[in-house]
């Protein structure tokens, strides 16, 4: 053996005696509350021949998350992909995925693992050539179980889709096609657990169950290109920018109470991107040249940014209280202060000129690519820009990102016992807005006495709509049961007004008409001359008209009318009138009826007699052929029966030898 090959092997067991002592000290079980992990000789670069293993165990009921800081391995092989030196994170028994290199297909800082059950592994292991890196640094503690989600609309086909956040791979997505053409937008609602989307091809916004279940369209009127929504669940609302009709508005969750709190022609076009801040007392929201923010009923509108600028999407960092947007013309990412304050540029790709749906979680930018169909993410500074999973079959665009561990609310804090409409918070407490329209002179119930029916007037209700937030314009009624002067019943008939808006508030003003039979009554009228005919007092009733209880007239009442001097006849006669002419009616028609049946049935029988008597005529006049026949026998005795001989026979045919008698006609 030479002398090179003899230290090569002097060499080789030296580092073979060293990463089995390493490897025997990596090999180790963990159960501490938290603590931090590194690699063998980190800082200094891992040995050759590791396989380690740190074993996490925490308490039943508890999770472990683990938070690579530092990931510094070779890189995978550039034909095959394959790493040579590995770090695989594993949950309970499955593999997560192994990753060298700059991570698992998530950013270089931080990288973060969350366990499902009670039990986690980190395993490294490295092959037997020089040259590695410094390995890692990471932190770990044992938490309470959660999940992570980043959701995304997908389009083809309309579907939300779920990512797992520590496991880079979707769950099953919830399917939109039902009712749902062209989804852009999502929003999610952590206390109802429930989605909320917009859709620009069948113009609507829409709601469904984490689970599937319970899918609506929630608005679908007055809305033309829905592209931004976010939902503010502290107080129950849900808003929505309209690209198409310049508009920003919002509602409650279940898309009734409207009001447009942005109207066109305020000086926004084009609005897409709404976020709102994390105690959603502030709403801020792109337009084409500018990003505006205002308090969250729409008021102290203000413009943050308006050089240099074109953006569609926005993102807030809630923990930092930091706006971001991507500013397509210039293809950047910035990000300001909430109050306007400290714009800056954080860096450039050309991907950002196509994104769409734009969020930031945890020191990390994650955004979709509608047409290369991607889910990209980066860190802050930019310094990568990878996909979530390569090969998503669909495209994506709005995104929301979910922690199940987010503290909120066991309900929305603005209920109905607050506010009866919309509710925003105030930052001291709670304001309530009205908007549905607001009816004036509304008129009361309407009472009146009648023998049987009566025409009512009165003075018809008015309305203006409130739900644009400028000065209130008139609004003509939507419908009405019934018209000034319409003929009304003994009983209770309810009339109703119905306002709508140009965006479907409704409101309504109902009022009744009680009409009460009125009875005759007959006093008695005594004299000292002679015997007192009955006086019959009878009120008879007036047309009544009305006004609102704003502007009410004096009703004019019904005034009585006497008719003295009537004899017993004519009082039977005054007090039955309507129905002896009613029965008089009917016997006439009786009459009328029973005539035209007679003279029907007299006419037919005419007809019917005069054929006969042609018929007889004819054959009598015509045929009759006098002596005709076989010789009778000497017997024969005229006009006596004598069955087959006759007196005279008919005959019947141009055969000579047919005959008929005629006394068989």
């Not at 030196?85 to 995925?97: A, C, E, K």
């Not at 994390?278 to 205002?294: G, V």
């Not at 889910?375 to 998503?392: E, H, K, T």
């Not at 009146?448 to 029916?453: A, K, L, Q």
């Amino acid at each position: 053996m030479d002398t090179f090959g003899f230290f090569r092997i002097i060499l080789f067991c030296f580092f073979c005696r060293k990463s089995l002592a390493q490897n025997a000290e990596c090999n180790v079980r963990i159960t501490d509350v938290d603590g931090t992990l590194m690699s063998p000789s980190y800082p200094l670069p891992y040995s050759r021949g590791l396989n380690c293993s740190w074993r996490f165990t925490a308490p039943a009921g508890q999770a472990i998350e683990i938070t690579f800081g530092v990931v510094n391995l070779d890189e995978a092989n550039p034909i095959s992909g394959d790493c040579t030196d590995t770090l695989r994170v594993f949950d309970g028994s499955s593999s997560i995925r192994p990753f060298c290199g700059d991570g698992p297909g998530w950013p270089r800082t931080p990288t973060r693992f969350l366990s499902v059950s009670n039990q986690l592994t980190v395993r490294m292991e490295t092959d037997n050539v020089d040259g590695g890196g410094t390995g890692f640094l990471a932190s770990y503690r044992q938490v309470a179980p959660r999940t992570e989600h980043i959701v995304a609309i997908g389009v083809e086909p309309p579907a939300i889709i779920m990512f797992d956040r520590f496991r880079t791979q979707g769950v099953t997505p919830i399917p939109l096609n039902r009712v749902s053409v062209r989804p852009s937008a999502v929003g999610f609602d952590p206390i109802d657990m429930v989605f909320y989307y917009t859709d620009i091809g069948s113009p609507h916004i829409g709601r469904i169950e984490n689970n599937g279940g319970g899918h609506e369209i929630i608005v679908d009127q007055g809305i033309s290109d829905p592209l931004g929504i976010v939902v503010g669940y502290l107080t129950g609302l849900v808003y929505w920018t309209d690209a198409d009709r310049n508009e920003l508005s919002v509602s409650r969750l279940d898309g009734s109470f409207r009001k447009i709190l942005i109207p066109d022609g305020s000086g926004c076009t084009s609005p897409q991107g709404i976020e709102l801040s994390s105690d959603q007392l502030h709403l801020f929201w792109t337009c084409q040249d500018r990003i505006e923010r205002a308090k969250a009923d729409g008021t102290e509108r203000m413009t943050l940014v308006s050089e240099r600028l074109t953006a569609t999407a926005l993102a807030i960092d809630h923990e930092n209280e930091l706006l971001y947007w991507t500013n397509v013309n210039r293809g950047i990412i910035e990000r300001i202060n909430l109050d306007g304050s400290g714009r800056e540029s954080i860096g450039g790709h050309e991907v950002f000129a196509q994104s769409h749906g734009f969020i930031v979680e945890d020191g990390v930018l994650f955004w979709s690519d509608p047409v290369e169909k991607r889910l990209l993410f980066a860190p802050l500074d930019i310094s990568s820009v990878r996909y979530v999973a390569q090969g998503v079959p669909r495209a994506m665009e709005g995104l929301y990102y979910y922690k199940s561990d987010r503290l909120i609310a066991e309900k929305h804090q603005c209920s109905n016992d607050i506010c009866s409409q919309l509710c925003f918070p105030d930052g001291s407490g709670f304001s309530c807005d009205e908007v549905t329209p607001l009816i004036s002179d509304c008129p009361n119930d309407i009472t009146n006495s009648t023998e049987r029916s009566s025409m009512i007037f009165w003075e018809e209700p008015t309305a203006v709509a409130r739900s644009t937030g400028e000065t209130p314009t008139q609004l003509p009624y939507g419908s009405r049961s019934h018209a000034p002067g319409s003929l009304f019943f003994v009983g209770t008939t309810r009339v109703t007004y119905r306002f709508t808006d140009d965006v479907g508030n409704t409101a309504e003003c109902a009022f009744s008409i009680v009409l009460d039979l009125f009875i005759p009554t007959t006093t008695p009228r005594t004299t000292s001359k002679a015997p007192t005919q009955p006086q019959t007092t009878r009120a008879r009733p007036l047309t009544t008209k009305v006004s609102s209880p704003m502007t009410q007239s004096p009703t004019t009442q019904p005034q009585p009318s006497t008719t003295d001097n009537l004899s017993p006849f004519e009082e039977i006669f005054n007090e039955y009138s309507l129905y002896v002419i009613i029965g008089a009616s009917v016997i006439v028609l009786a009459v009328i009826i029973a005539t035209i049946v007679c003279i029907a049935c007299c006419c037919g029988w005419c007809v019917c007699t005069r054929r006969r008597n042609g018929r007889e005529n004819h054959i009598t006049n015509d045929y009759v052929m006098d002596n005709v026949g076989p010789t009778p026998p000497p017997s024969y005795q005229p006009g006596t029966n004598n069955p087959g001989y006759y007196d005279q026979e008919v005959y019947a045919g141009d055969d000579s030898s047919t005959y008929y008698s005629k006394a068989n006609f």
